[in-house]
């Protein structure tokens, strides 16, 4: 003897259907928000592994210094100062702890991408 219940909501399945645009949007956009890591592009294993140790050093050390140049950049293309800041924070948070992810798995070469390719120390 099974005993079932049947629920009725007056949704119906607009829980599907939501799950189903974020899913769908976060394929479209994903190739947009975050380019691979400039390491990927190494052909050995150890050039990998050294370019990924560089790349999550350069981060974890020098991503609060998108505290700043986020801002100034804004200022400099006529946009939102504040705006710039904000997105300063957000960017220095995730270069520090992306940085930090992509050392403590140097060894590992499968890419973890940050915003706009993590820090940029060439000024480019």
């Known amino acids: 003897m099974s005993v079932r219940f049947k629920f009725k909501t007056k949704g119906g399945n ?10 769908v949007l976060s394929m ?24 990924k140790l560089q790349f999550g050093l350069t981060n974890t050390l020098l991503g609060w210094v998108d505290l700043f140049a986020t801002p100034n950049q804004y ?19 995730t270069n ?7 050392l403590v798995t140097c060894i590992i070469p499968a890419d973890l991408p940050l915003p706009n390719g993590g820090v940029d120390i060439g000024g480019k």
């Not at 479209?28 to 150890?46: D, G, I, Q, R």
């Not at 200022?75 to 948070?93: H, L, R, T």
């Not at 520090?96 to 992509?102: E, I, M, P, R």
């Open 28 to 51: 479209l956009l994903a190739p947009v928000a975050f380019a691979a890591s400039p390491w990927t592009e190494e052909k050995a294993y150890a050039e990998k592994v050294s370019g």
């Open 75 to 93: 200022s400099n293309e006529g946009k939102n100062v504040w705006a710039g800041v904000g997105q300063g924070v957000v960017n220095a948070i």
């Open 14 to 23: 607009s829980m599907k259907k939501i799950m189903s645009l974020v899913v």
């Open 96 to 102: 520090t702890v992306g940085g930090a992810f992509q």
